[in-house]
């Protein structure tokens, strides 16, 4: 079975970057596991695979548009965004433990915690 | 150009800092280790997803359970890219996943023990997770290109993952008691194997660190984990079950009792709690999905 190189552009006006391979009979269904596999968090606005060993242009861009690369329903949980405030969150029940006095206080690092 | 010649120019290269793809010519060495260390992390990934996969039809709400669905894919997925950039290296995937399934090859010792209750899932997600990312990131500077590239992936991932577990932990420590115990008891039942996980020191000549496929030796790497998570997990008023456990401000570094090895090589010899159990469900899955595997070898290839 072949071996397909993986491309991605993370904005459109990136070049094509290598970022993976994957293995499948023919380029449909390589084209199907590249974006399964390396694009399913929008990483990026397009994909593209190619045969391993072939010429640089013999590359085969995906039809998702970009805007529906990663899905196109409420998935957020799958990214950073949906936890924005965790760190924030971490400081601010932190300060309401150590007002109840469950803070373990030991010396630490420097600048570590929370 | 002789073997040893051709040897020490690669040597060179590594030295300069310089990155090896697939098909560059490489000493039979370091092809046998970046193998045996990448198929050994695939193994992780696709091993490491079933104790988590065990709470999905327990998550406490939806949103938790889509969470813990997504995460648990993402591991798998890991799996299947880093057995691809392993199978570069020489061995077939079918070849690395039979070995697994049939306990001929390891797999990384924090995922054979069993997972009692949700507080559990909190500590895979950002204790495990934690201990993983720190390992990982280290190998972003790996000599090994497609090895690289891949960890860029799984580390974009694996923060995402230890966003989620730290916010499962802070609901469970800043709820009822009964929550904060369920947290604690889990970092007691789970603190050992997360030590072990950093592995015993490392040894004087580590082929792996010499070739630049790991940059970092065990015990820093243990450092790191310990001033990141343990002023964090003590700030939450939990406690780590190591009475040892301190940070000398004179040394700048963590003192910490060794923990049981022998218990340790125990668990990768694959006598874990759950190894057997879990070997069988991924052996069942592969026996029943050869069909899939064929089907695909037997698609002729489209005629140009």
């Given amino acids: 079975m072949d071996v397909w190189d993986v491309l991605g552009k993370r904005t459109v006006t990136d070049e094509w970057t290598l970022v993976g391979g994957v293995k499948a009979p023919d380029v449909e269904m390589a084209l199907l596991l590249a974006r399964e596999t390396h694009f399913r968090h929008k990483e990026g606005v397009a994909y593209a695979v190619r045969r391993r060993g072939e010429a640089a242009d013999a590359l085969v861009p995906g039809t998702w548009p970009a805007e529906t690369l990663g899905g196109v329903t409420d998935r957020s949980y799958r990214r950073q965004e949906a936890y924005a405030g965790v760190g924030a969150k971490l400081k601010r029940v932190a300060a309401q433990l150590a007002e109840r006095g469950l803070r373990i206080d030991r010396p630490r690092p420097p600048g570590s915690g929370s | ?304």
């Avoid at chain 2, 010792?109 to 899932?121: A, Q, R």
């Fill in chain 2, 1 to 304: 150009m002789t073997y040893q010649e051709r040897v020490d120019a690669f040597r060179a290269r590594i030295d300069a800092g310089e990155k090896i793809e697939a098909g560059d010519w490489m000493p039979d060495e370091y092809r046998q280790a970046a193998l045996k260390f990448i198929e050994m992390h695939a193994n992780s990934e696709v091993m490491g997803a079933l104790p988590e996969r065990e709470w999905i039809p327990r998550a406490p709400t939806l949103r938790r359970k889509l969470s813990l669905t997504a995460k648990v894919q993402d591991e798998v997925g890991h799996g299947q890219i880093l057995y691809r950039v392993a199978e570069d290296l020489g061995k077939s995937r079918e070849q690395m996943f039979d070995d697994l399934v049939n306990g001929r090859t390891k797999f990384h010792n924090v995922f054979h023990y069993p997972t009692e209750s949700w507080g559990d899932v909190a500590v895979i997600g950002w204790l495990i997770d934690g201990a993983a990312l720190v390992t990982q990131k280290a190998l972003l500077d790996a000599s090994y290109a497609p090895y690289v590239r891949a960890m860029r992936r799984i580390c974009a991932e694996e923060s995402l993952h230890l966003r989620h577990g730290e916010d499962i932990t802070l609901e469970l420590v800043s709820g009822s008691d009964a929550q904060r115990e369920m947290f604690q008891d889990a970092v007691n039942r789970w603190w050992e194997p997360i030590m072990h996980f950093f592995g015993p020191p490392s040894k004087a000549r580590d082929v792996l660190l010499e070739w630049g496929i790991k940059t970092r030796t065990n015990e820093d790497l243990r450092q790191e984990f310990f001033s990141t998570y343990v002023p964090k997990l003590w700030d939450l008023g939990i406690s780590v079950p190591d009475p040892e456990l301190r940070y000398d401000e004179a040394a700048g570094e963590w003192i910490w009792s060794e923990p049981n090895w022998d218990g340790f090589w125990q668990v990768v010899r694959g006598n874990g709690p759950m190894t057997a159990t879990r070997l069988g469900l991924r052996k069942g899955m592969w026996d029943t999905h050869a069909w899939i595997r064929e089907a695909f070898a037997g698609i002729p290839p489209k005629a140009a």
